[in-house]
């Protein structure tokens, strides 16, 4: 299986370019990496956003480490983004995307993506609300593939969650929202699948298997998260604890689909208060058990 | 007890002015908040960013509801700010107070604040760079406190928070920060203090009480956040679960210490998975245990 790095794990403790490359490739030894907007806010002045994320860039290229895409983290995720209740707030959401696009095709990645965003509470439970806010995200992807394509990006990613209150959430609204995008986009949108929230019974009860997704949108999906958990709540947790996933699941899920190029990244989420030679060490041990069902 | 209401816990799911008065003080009853950036961020366009925080300001005032002041929250503290290893990121740590403070002025709010930030792993190590990029910090502060007296705020507040690599962490570093910025700056800078920050034997050992804090630096205590916890992490849970802060607890300490006007902010992370009708009726339950002991 092709194991990449989502960067979540390093926020706020190995900052700037030279430091990070150290940690992913000679403390980890990983060459191929996913960098999250955690580590550069894409709201940021385009010029300093830009001196910044280009210097992530330029020591992980020379470090031999490819930056397969760029993606929403823990900011990111905190609003509501294209599905926010007022024009307003959807606007600002698609200048978000809009501005880490201009992130990414400075760091001269070819891919980027985040969660589509959140309904309120109240219109999350209003069908027709959902549906005409869904109408205007879909409208906002398609003008943005426009603006990704013009500065060089390939691909643009959309994350399902593990929140009926959010789209899309089920493999079922994963493969809608590909459907309604496939063709009216200038470049092409895709899933990336999270393993910790496909796996959650609470919402999707049989159907929370990858077995299900892979049958369901598995020919759109283009990356995935891989993360431990519970299946209770979306943890991040690496694979030095025990839960739902095993690195032996993932192999084997790897093998029997004969997947070749929808890279693994593992995105985890450490509390901010675990002491950094941990954070390192635990990332060493899982992975480590990650390598060792290859 | 004086007890308030941070808005953490609604991100995402009440959104605007008169939904969210509502639910503040129809649903739980309350008639003082703390606004939180994780709903309107700071960096937005100013135009749209103060049209969307005046409407929570005009419809909170409009129920009776006071904004006493506006915090930094979890997208907030997903950078490194004051303490970051280089030069452009500090500066983007002031950007983004500056932006706040803007903001907070534009719903007419007296008081914003913020953790200062977090050094990267390396520089928290060193004692030298550590206190060099700190001198850089209380110059930016005392800056910043010319900006804001400006705008027509009154106080600025600096959170402390249960990370060796960050700064304020223990009541004596927080001690240090106030009287390093104690005349220095146009208005006052004071602390707010997170109960389960406080309460984290891991870092602080046999002075993980509030009263090593009171005692401490008790004289600078504006306002604080309260929070169930187990003291293994920063839990940000809430009364209802069971965990080493009681609403016991926090009145008996209250009344010991003859408080008048530090208001408790609860401050309630849920995780965002957590359905919308299990969080408000979680609210409820806690505020009912919180006002039971008053």
């Known amino acids: 299986m092709k194991l990449g790095l989502n960067l979540s794990f390093a926020i706020k403790r190995w900052i700037g370019g030279e430091n990070m490359a150290r940690i992913i490739s000679e403390e980890l030894g990983y060459d191929r990496v996913q960098f999250t907007w955690d580590l550069v806010d894409p709201s940021w002045p385009a010029d300093t956003r830009d001196r910044i994320a280009g210097d992530y860039a330029q020591s992980f290229r020379k470090a031999g480490i490819a930056i397969e895409s760029s993606f929403g983290g823990l900011a990111s995720y905190t609003y509501n983004h294209f599905l926010a209740p007022t024009r307003d707030l959807r606007d600002l ?81 994963a493969l809608r929202l590909m459907r309604d995008l496939d063709g009216a986009t200038d470049i092409p949108v895709r899933l990336l699948v999270d393993w910790g929230h496909a796996m959650f019974p609470a919402l999707f009860g049989d159907d929370a298997n990858m077995d299900h997704w892979q049958k369901t949108c598995g020919e759109f999906i283009h990356s995935y998260h891989i993360q431990q958990t519970d299946g209770l709540l979306d943890r991040h947790w690496n694979f030095t604890r025990k839960g739902i996933v095993t690195p032996e699941l993932l192999a084997e899920f790897w093998n029997r689909h004969g997947l070749t190029d929808q890279t693994y990244f593992l995105e985890i989420i450490y509390p901010f208060e675990q002491p950094d030679d941990e954070v390192l060490s635990d990332m060493k041990n899982a992975t480590r058990l990650l390598r060792a069902v290859q």
């Not at 990414?104 to 209003?126: C, F, H, N, Q, R």
């Not at 500065?151 to 789209?167: A, D, K, N, W, Y």
């Open 93 to 173: 959401g698609k200048l978000h995307l809009r501005n880490a696009i201009d992130m990414t095709a400075a760091m001269e990645v070819k891919a980027a993506g985040m969660p589509l965003g959140s309904y309120s509470a109240a219109d999350a439970l209003d069908r027709q609300r959902r549906e005409e806010i869904y109408r205007e995200a879909l409208e906002a992807i398609v003008e943005l593939s426009r603006h990704a394509k013009s500065r060089g990006l390939e691909t643009l990613l959309i994350e399902p969650v593990p929140l009926s209150t959010e789209f899309p959430s089920s493999a079922e609204d």
